[in-house]
């Protein structure tokens, strides 16, 4: 590596566990000159954001951990929200990373300049110059305020799940929830037994697992503490356990999967109103869904002051909810657990790539990339986490290491200086999403729910082969995949509007 070269700046957008996890493999190998871009105040990310009653992990938490730095901490194998926000702490602070941090900055723009360099500004003024940009946004960041007539007029309070109001007293409230997907699962069993009562505004059932979440005794953490060898063996030992739940879940064939969907089906059956228990029956596959792994829910709703309403919501009324069937349910407080706007990954931000090409534009009809990573017409933009990146019950944490591995592989030649940029070519691109959408044809995605995972034009945006094909993919990158340059005279927008036209990319399958 040249000295000149070894200068490159790298910019990380974001501190939670996806941009600590870039920051700290850059770290590793001697890339002193990078930044780390959060508009928060804290690292964790969506860890440090959400804050409502109930939260924990819903991933068994020896695995939810960087592979590096595996910890004793946990209370219980679903640990709450604190513990795994200390733990984002403990971890920035043990790399490094809280001074290389610029907290409370935002970035709003992020220009190409066509000669190797970023040009970034955020949203509180500050401007910078990178030679790479890491978008390490995560997907769990932008709630998803569903547009439902009325919502304005509510005369109680109303709060999003995302943007948790700690002054809030539910103390004897008409308290109603509308969704029931993981934040929902969680939540309402730790407000039930506060509220007056608890109305709980399904639009789809959800499959649940018991999820046999139990406390780890202090004695047991002192003994991991005192052999961390042990909790190397532990980390990959769960994970090889939510690979084979991962696996089953996708193909939906083994005897694994039959075994869970027991296992759901004996949970659900924990609901004895036969009445209640038809609402609670999902119309769909166990994993078409993201799987839900919850104990308390199920008791929760079957308690005096709780309610499932199923009718569809009409509007929202000054008084509460109005639902099809003509009730209005009277409410004090409308939470609304409705979730993320999952597909918009770095956007709002305004990210124009060469000759001007803007990225909404490119995403127009569905967010995608290449190997979940890189846009064609964006270089030395990457994503960690990005479209089609394996979501699901996988550790995004893992994720972002793996493909960390495959990006530090990519960008190398660009921090040495022999090139001044990298970024995927069209036709990998294009190969690569067509692919993509083929294989997700039978998958468990396509079995007849609708859920997050399916992007604006219909198709699943998760990754549709193993983890196995997904770390085999992240070995090393295909150079043939990658254009070290660009291509003299031929300009991106070109380029993508051809693909655009033919129907050749992926886009043309998605949108
Ligand atoms: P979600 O899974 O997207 O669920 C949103 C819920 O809101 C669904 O039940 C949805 O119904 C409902 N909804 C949305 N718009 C609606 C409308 N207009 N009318 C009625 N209902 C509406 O969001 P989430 O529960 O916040 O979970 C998102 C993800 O966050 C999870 O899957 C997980 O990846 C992550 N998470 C992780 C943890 C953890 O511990 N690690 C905890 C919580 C969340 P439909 O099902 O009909 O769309």
């Known amino acids: 590596m040249t000295a000149a070269k070894s200068q490159s700046r790298i910019a990380i957008v974001g501190a939670g566990f996806s941009g600590m996890a870039a920051a700290i493999r850059l770290l590793q190998a001697g890339q002193e000159n990078i930044v780390i871009y959060e508009k928060a105040d804290d690292v964790g990310g969506t860890w440090h954001h959400n804050r ?18 595996p910890t004793a901490n946990w209370s219980s194998l ?31 723009r992020a220009e190409y300049d066509g000669s190797g360099h970023w040009q970034l500004e955020t949203r509180q003024g500050l401007k910078d110059t990178a030679d790479v940009v890491i978008m390490a ?26 943007c948790w109001d700690d002054d809030l007293d539910l103390s004897g409230k008409r308290v109603g929830v509308i969704g029931t997907g993981a934040t929902a699962v969680q939540l309402v069993p730790a407000i039930v037994d506060q509220v007056g009562t608890l109305t709980v505004f399904q639009r789809s059932a959800q499959w649940i697992s018991p999820s046999g979440n139990k406390n780890t005794p202090q004695e047991r953490r002192d003994m991991l503490r005192r052999n961390p060898e042990l909790m190397f063996d532990e980390y990959h030992r769960v994970m090889e356990k939510i690979e084979t739940l991962v ?21 659900l059956e924990t609901i004895t109103d036969p009445e209640l228990r038809r609402k609670m029956t999902p119309g769909y596959d166990p994993g078409c869904k993201r799987l839900i792994f919850a104990d308390k829910f199920y008791p929760a709703i079957q308690k005096e002051n709780a309610d499932v ?27 609304l657990a409705t979730g993320y706007r999952m597909h918009d990954y770095m956007r709002p931000m305004g990210i124009t790539g060469a000759d001007g090409l803007a990225l909404d534009h490119v995403w127009e009809k569905g967010a995608f990339a290449h190997r979940g990573m890189t846009v064609p017409g964006f270089p ?67 079995t007849g729910c609708d859920s997050y995972y399916i ?11 193993s983890i196995d094909e997904f770390k085999a993919s992240m070995q090393a990158p295909e150079l043939s995949e990658y254009l070290y340059e660009r291509p003299a005279g031929l300009s991106a927008e070109v380029t993508v509007q051809k693909q655009l036209q033919t129907g050749t990319t992926g886009l043309r399958e998605r949108g």
């Open 247 to 267: 696996e089953g879940l996708r193909t939906m064939e083994d005897q694994f999967y039959r075994d869970l969907r027991d296992a759901c089906q004996a949970h």
């Open 309 to 335: 309403v199923i009718d569809a919501i009409q509007q929202i009324e000054p008084a509460g909810i109005r639902t099809a069937d003509g009730a209005l349910h009277e409410l004090d407080v409308l939470i």
């Open 380 to 446: 030395n933009m990457f994503m960690l986490v990005g479209p089609n990146s394996p979501l699901t019950n996988y550790p995004v944490i893992a994720v972002a290491e793996i493909q960390m591995e495959y990006l530090m592989q990519l960008i190398q030649p660009v921090l040495d200086g022999r090139y001044a940029s990298v970024c995927a070519t069209p036709a990998a691109t294009e190969k690569f999403n067509k692919d993509l959408v083929e294989a997700t044809a039978n998958t468990v995605w396509t």
């Open 137 to 162: 946004t995560g997907v769990l960041h932008h709630p998803y305020y569903p547009d439902i007539t009325g919502m304005d007029t509510f005369a109680g309070a109303t709060v999003h799940t995302a």
């Open 455 to 465: 992007n604006d034009a219909g198709i699943p945006n998760v990754w549709p082969w």
């Open 78 to 108: 679903y640990p709450k929200r604190d513990e795994i926000h200390d733990y984002c702490r403990f971890v920035a602070e043990k790399y490094g990373l809280i001074p290389r941090i610029r907290f409370g900055q935002e970035i709003c």
């Open 52 to 69: 409502y009653p109930g939260l924990c992990c819903d991933t068994p938490a020896k695995a939810y951990v960087y592979s590096f730095e």
